[in-house]
């Protein structure tokens, strides 16, 4: 088996879409998924490396699996459902804690997936607004969608979790996604950023030697003189 | 979900043989160890068997279990584990909390007594660390809460090495090197024993379910997680295989590469680890037992032990290239690469990736079957063979044994979907292209090309050309009959020429534009049969369409004659007669040729040039009178012919000039008397007939080219005359000779000139003429002059030279000694060489020429 020279792990609440952004990325086609048990990865060819990207459960009953996940990764991709703002609460909640053993410098980037769908309700409440001019702006409920500002928001919020300084570390702008899985939206874009990404570390850490792997086969135990029965 | 058949299950020891009738006796473990097999069972007996293995022809086996002894051990409790170190010839028997060693062979406990107390289970190392083959590393959960031990095991003693706390009780353990992999009461640890950092993996909950910890390899390990998750970890904390879905309630794992084999109560589970899918269920009902020894995957009941045998690998990917399960196949066959030998690998990899082609190929995939039949190295005849009617007929090709695929042909693979048929052809087109040139077609190239030839001529493809007209094996026959049936004339034609049968092919050429058989490839054919014909070495072909291609086009056929490469010419291969026999039918080519033959290749033969001028004439004269007029609206023949006429110099004069005659060709005439050298006459007939008198002086330019200054002047001065004699136009003509005089006043002698001119001619008239005359005169004297002192200057040196030489005495005495002889002289004559020199007339004699002085010497 090759053994791959990066990882990136995508985290997120169930049903958010992340076995449907990985198969629209690799395999170009939006199936009909089933919840994901446990996990899955593909390996993917970028440039001269081998990249590993998994796929994780969002199921509650394998949530203890995730820190196992992340650990080594270069990066993490945090997935919420545009259309339930409860999904991204989620991330900070329950998915950024896994993150704690994934690599010093790895990268996150926040995606918001299924905009598809709210393009669709958003036609919708416009007919709406048509209909009845006159309430427009009277109710300022719970919001119904994500917006891109909060998850700028919870990436500022990741990286003083990490203790990073916004400075050394890639802007906002440049890490919060909106994708479509259906339509392929942005999704090229969100690996293939995270890829250009992730190379550079791969070659820093190749140039560092392995930190994070500890090569038993080159341990030589110390040679005791003792006198065996030939000897 | 699709199932291999990568497992059967036999029977190994029969219940009967291991407790008899004893109903409450339990198996508690089993240790497999090359065909030592052990039972430990819940009496406090461990028994011992030798398995014989019968291989069946299916590629399964069967096992028959001989009893060799069994012995107990004492105690009241059941044998919980049993583990062999077969260097050291010891089985390690977990019973009561404690393990003891026994021999292997005779189960009597070593003598020393040594044993381990205080062990609720444990594990060994199978990547030791200590390096002595002698000892084996044991790894136990000690009765002590929360402690792991580690100890060294030799013959007849044991030492503890090691004693780690761990966080929470231990549950279960494997060990890889110096690497613990620990099932806590809520979670997998691994545990660096020897640098004591611990890595958390994953929780689980060990009140639901029983944890099961198995090392499968090098440094990795397979852990029952939650969900019924078997979950890879290595000994750096990661997963570097995704998961595989057992049921919940899975007792006992163990991996047969490439699978992991799973036991719940009422099945056995096959995962493959390659793709983590499901590959087999066997029903095996009530199993606590499922372990793997060396390969060796035995499963247990309580009652009875049974074996998984694999099936070969072979088989499986067999079975799964049967459906059509090629990304799978590949996989196994991948992966199988360590377990067989690299010979026999590499054959059944070979033909595994050929028949995965071949799958792939039958689905249309083409990119995929392509790049498998590549590696593969497939011999593209069975490819090919697919096709009806491509192989040729002489090909000694049969199919492989047994079969790659199972298509009999095309038709049946499409069933007849000609869109599907098309594709595949013309995956075959660029596959056989590709591979034509590499080394894959050596041994094979006709049945290729030939195959090719078959495919391009089919689907009307441009190429079909570019293969016959470059390097190609295309058998003759077999092609031919194809090209014939698919009415590809003109490339059939190119498929003789390329077997060196021009004549076939140039027939048939013939008879496309003929109109006799249709074939639209080229609408300039004609055109193309001229040009190889132009460019044919064979004469016979050449004269044998010679007609035939002048009677479509003169001027285009006589290239054949005309344009042929030099290198050919020179061996001359047609004769000018032959060929002027020939195209007397054909004025047009004939005029061309003779063109060809008397300026492109210059021949000085007096015929042709008659000939051709004759031609020419007889042109000029048909195209009529009308063209006779001057110079401006002369016609393309007439020029040449005055080209020709001017030229050369080796046609018949007078006999033009009697055909010329009074056929109102003043210029022609001219040119004729010109030849003649009858100056005068031809000056007349420009002069007086044509008045051109711009043509008049060309003409003497023409004439007196490359004769000496007088005979040139003697022209000029026949033309004065003319202009100057008695006629009726006398006034334009003394125009035209104060022009000529004015122009061209260098050309005469002026005293004569002055002679012949009228007196009442103003000097003003002729002032240019009479100033380059002054010029030119006193220019002349001037130059005669400076000639002339330059002559006496040289003089003057000559006898300065002269009076030198005699105005000194020399002396002679009997000192002087001769120069060449080195003797005196004896008599007062002598020779003396300018530079003083003093020889014998007799050594100057024999030598005619001093050394140091080239020039006769003066004798004095």
Not at chain 1, 158 to 173: F, G, N, Q, T, V
Not at chain 2, 95 to 106: F, K, V
Not at chain 2, 279 to 308: M, W
Not at chain 2, 527 to 555: C, G, H, M, N, P
Request: glycine residues 6%.
């Amino acid at each position: 088996m090759r053994k791959p020279d990066g990882k990136i792990v995508l985290l997120g609440d169930m049903n958010v879409g992340k076995t449907s952004l990985l198969q629209r990325y690799m395999e170009r086609r939006f199936p009909d998924t089933v919840s994901t048990v446990g996990g899955a990865f593909y390996l993917k060819q970028w440039r001269s490396h081998n990249i590993s990207i998994w796929d994780t459960a969002g199921r509650e009953q394998f949530h203890g699996l995730g820190s196992m996940y992340c650990r080594g990764a270069a990066a993490v991709i945090l997935t919420y459902d545009v259309n339930h703002p409860q999904s991204l609460v989620e991330l900070e909640d329950r998915f950024l804690g896994l993150t704690d053993t994934a690599n010093t410098d790895c990268l996150f980037a926040i995606v918001g997936n299924k905009v598809d769908l709210r393009e669709e309700g958003a036609t919708e409440s416009q007919e709406k607004e048509g209909h009845s001019p006159g309430t427009a702006g009277a109710s300022p409920k719970v919001p119904k969608h994500v917006r891109l500002e909060d998850a700028m928001a919870l990436y500022k919020k990741i990286l003083r979790y990490k203790m990073l300084d916004e400075k050394d570390a890639p802007a906002a702008e440049q890490m919060c996604f909106e994708t479509s899985a259906k339509t392929g939206h942005n999704v090229d874009l969100l690996f293939e950023t995270l890829f250009e990404m992730v190379v550079p570390m791969i070659l820093q850490q190749r140039a560092q030697g392995p930190v994070q792997t500890v090569d038993i086969s080159s341990y030589k135990p110390p040679r005791q003189t003792k006198a065996g029965c030939c000897a | 979900m699709m199932s291999t058949k990568a497992f059967t299950l036999v029977s190994a020891v029969e219940r009967e043989l291991l407790m008899g009738d004893r109903e409450r006796v339990n198996i508690d473990c089993v240790e497999c160890c090359g065909r030592n097999l052990y039972v430990g069972t819940s009496d406090c007996f461990i028994h011992h068997f030798l398995l014989e293995e019968n291989a069946l022809p299916a590629g399964t086996a069967t096992f028959t279990a001989t009893k060799q002894l069994h012995r107990h051990l004492g105690f009241k409790k059941a044998v919980s584990e049993l583990r062999a170190a077969s260097a050291l010839n010891r089985l390690l028997v977990l019973c009561d909390n404690s393990i003891t060693l026994i021999n292997m062979m005779s189960l009597e406990p070593v003598p020393s007594g040594a044993r381990i107390k205080g062990a609720m289970a444990f594990a060994l190392n199978e990547n030791p660390v200590s390096g002595d083959p002698f000892c084996v590393e044991v790894c136990i959960i000690s009765v002590k809460r929360r402690t792991i031990q580690v100890f060294m095991v030799y013959e007849d003693r044991v030492q503890i090495v090691r004693e780690v706390s761990t966080p929470e009780q231990p549950l279960a353990v494997a060990v890889d090197g110096h690497f613990l992999c620990l099932a806590l009461t809520t979670q997998y640890i691994i545990l660096n024993y020897s640098t004591g950092v611990a890595q958390d993996l994953f929780p689980y909950c060990s009140e639901e379910k029983r944890p099961i910890v198995k090392r499968i390899g090098r440094q990795e390990f397979l852990l029952a997680g939650p969900g019924g998750l078997g979950m890879f970890a290595t000994v750096a904390g990661i997963s570097q295989r995704a998961p595989v879905h057992w049921s919940e309630n899975v007792v006992g794992a163990a991996v047969c590469f490439p699978y992991v084999i799973a036991l719940d109560e009422e099945f056995i589970t096959v995962h493959s680890m390659l793709d983590q899918q499901q590959k087999q269920t066997l029903p095996f009902k009530e199993g606590h037992i499922l372990q793997d020894f060396e390969g060796r995957v035995i499963v247990a009941t309580s009652k009875g032990v049974y074996i998984l045998v694999p099936l070969p690998l072979e088989k499986q990917i067999q079975d799964l290239l049967a459906s059509r399960r090629v990304e799978e196949a590949l996989i196994l066959a991948k992966g199988a690469r360590r377990n067989i030998p690299k010979e026999k690998f590499q054959v059944m990899y070979r033909r595994i990736l050929q028949q995965a082609g071949f799958i792939q190929f039958a689905q249309l995939q083409f990119l995929e079957a392509k790049e498998l039949f590549r590696s593969s190295q497939l011999d593209v005849r069975e490819l090919i063979s697919l096709y009806p009617f491509l192989l040729p007929a002489s090909s000694s090709f049969t199919r492989s044994h047994p079969p790659l695929h199972e298509y009999a042909d095309l038709n049946q693979l499409t069933q007849g979907d000609q869109e599907k048929m098309a594709k595949c052809k013309r995956f075959l087109m660029s596959y056989l292209n590709e591979v034509r040139s590499t080394e894959v077609a050596n041994g094979y190239k006709e049945d290729i090309d030939t195959a090719l030839l078959k495919l391009y001529a089919e689907a009307d493809h441009d190429s079909l050309l570019d293969l016959l007209v470059t390097e190609n094996f295309c058998l003759l026959t077999d092609s031919a009959a194809w090209l014939e049936k698919h009415k590809k004339y003109f490339a059939l034609g190119l498929l003789y020429h390329y077997n060196n049968q021009d004549a076939a092919a140039v027939q048939l050429w013939v008879n496309i534009v003929n109109g006799d058989i249709q074939d639209s490839t080229r609408s300039d054919l004609y055109e193309y049969i001229v040009d190889f014909l132009t460019y044919s070495l064979d004469r016979e072909l050449v004269w044998k369409y010679a007609d035939w291609v002048l009677q479509k086009s003169e001027e285009i056929g006589v290239q054949v004659f005309t344009k042929r490469p030099l290198t050919e010419q020179q061996k001359d291969s047609f004769n000018p007669e032959d060929v002027i026999t020939c195209l007397k039918k054909y004025p047009k080519a004939l005029v061309k040729y003779l063109e060809h033959l008397v300026v492109d290749r210059s021949l000085q033969k007096e015929e042709y040039h008659t000939r051709l001028a004759l031609l020419y004439l007889d042109e000029v004269l048909r195209q009529g009178p009308g063209a006779s007029g001057k110079g401006a609206e002369v016609t393309e023949t007439q020029a040449k012919l005055r080209h020709l006429l001017q030229k050369s110099d080796l046609y018949r004069v007078h006999f033009l000039l009697d055909r010329i005659q009074g056929a109102g060709l003043p210029m022609e005439s001219a040119i004729l008397h010109g030849k003649l050298e009858e100056h005068e006459k031809a000056l007349r007939i420009l002069v007086h007939e044509l008045r051109d008198f711009s043509a008049a002086e060309d003409y003497c330019l023409w004439r007196s080219e490359g004769r000496d200054p007088p005979y040139r002047q003697r022209l000029f001065h026949t033309l004065l005359a003319i202009y100057l004699g008695p006629g009726p136009s006398a006034h334009e003509l003394t125009v035209a000779a104060v022009d000529l005089l004015n122009h061209r006043a260098a050309e005469f002698d002026a005293a004569q000139v002055l002679q012949l001119l009228p007196g009442s001619w103003s000097v003003q008239l002729l002032c240019p003429f009479l100033m380059g005359a002054m010029r030119d005169s006193v220019h002349t004297r001037r130059t005669t002059q400076v000639a002339l002192g330059l002559a006496k200057s040289e003089n003057l040196i000559y006898k300065y030279d002269k009076m030198k030489l005699k105005g000194s005495s020399v002396l002679l005495s009997d000192k002087n000694l001769c120069q060449m002889c080195q003797n005196p002289f004896c008599e007062p004559v002598f020779v003396r060489y300018p530079n003083g020199g003093l020889v014998h007339t007799h050594c100057a004699a024999g030598r005619h020429t001093n050394p140091s002085s080239p020039s006769p010497g003066a004798r004095t």
